[in-house]
């Protein structure tokens, strides 16, 4: 996600956090930008909660929920765009229609190197343009599997500006289900472990909606309880001392999945 975009959406998801969870006895406020203000402490903000005449603050952290959203599906759309594109419409102008060829943008597992990943990646474009051909042979003009999605429109056919490749994308981790990203993990090792460190209690969200670079339809979306099982499991695995756990829906629903926001001490706490 381009820094800028990213930094209006942390902001976003801020405001929201502390409207959906300030109330007539509760208030939430930010008072500071860590990272923004490039100070020490290396957490997205500090946020003042209020009540009964009493506050604290807390260290927060955003991150995107899903392995879902992985930052560099941008440049594997780019690499499909910059290979495939050309080819695609070479092959359209010779046939005299359109196509709309839909496929997956993966992304570089730990398994491969660079150079293996580029020559699978090489091959995975091939069987694209191949499939291309084929279908546009075929009487329905089309072709679907669980990678690639082609279909031919009308001879003399084209789309918007006279192009004649519609180029869309599938999720590519579609068969996975949801899992955290892999940010979740260094937030609570790194970020938040240090923010403890330092005094303050703290605050993972975790922001549902999907950045704008991700141009499909997501399958699933997890419950807020379910969510809330999921980081309580995680911070125990990672042996993380997370307070408390925000989930912002991609509705920008607020909810507590994790803990319990207060203004008020441990000390304090346990004497009621």
């Known amino acids: 996600m381009p820094k800028d975009e990213a930094l209006e959406r942390e902001d976003a998801v801020l405001k929201l956090v502390c409207d959906g969870l300030s109330n007539e006895h509760r208030t939430l406020r930010v008072v500071g930008r860590p990272d923004v203000e490039k100070h020490a402490l290396a957490v997205d903000a500090l946020i003042e909660v209020a009540e009964d005449g009493t506050s604290r603050t807390w260290a927060a952290d955003i991150t995107l929920a899903s392995k879902k959203f992985d930052p560099r599906i941008p440049a594997a759309m780019k690499d499909l765009e910059d290979n495939l594109l050309p080819r695609l419409e070479d092959l359209a102008a010779k046939v005299g229609r359109a196509v ?17 990943w580029k020559a699978l990646m090489r091959e995975y474009q091939d069987n694209i343009y191949d499939r291309a051909v ?8 089309q072709w679907f599997d669980s990678e690639v999605g082609i279909t031919w429109q009308g001879p003399g056919s084209c789309f918007g500006e006279g192009r ?10 579609i068969e996975e289900g949801f899992r955290f990203s892999h940010s979740v993990e260094k937030k609570l090792q790194v970020q938040l472990a240090r923010a403890q460190a330092a005094g303050y209690p703290t605050i993972l969200i975790l922001d549902q909606k999907p950045p704008t670079y991700v141009r499909w339809a997501s399958n699933s979306e997890p419950t807020p309880y379910d969510t809330g099982c999921g980081l309580a499991f995680a911070t125990s695995w990672l042996k993380g001392k997370l307070d408390v756990g925000v989930l912002v829906q991609s509705d920008d629903s607020v909810h507590e999945v994790y803990g319990s926001l207060s203004a008020r001490g441990p000390a304090e706490e346990a004497a009621t």
């Open 164 to 173: 004649r490749v519609l180029l869309s994308y599938h999720d590519p981790k």
């Open 100 to 116: 709309m060829v839909g496929c997956k943008p993966f992304v570089r597992s730990h398994r491969h190197t660079s150079k293996q």
């Open 134 to 141: 084929v279908s546009a042979f075929r009487a329905s003009g």
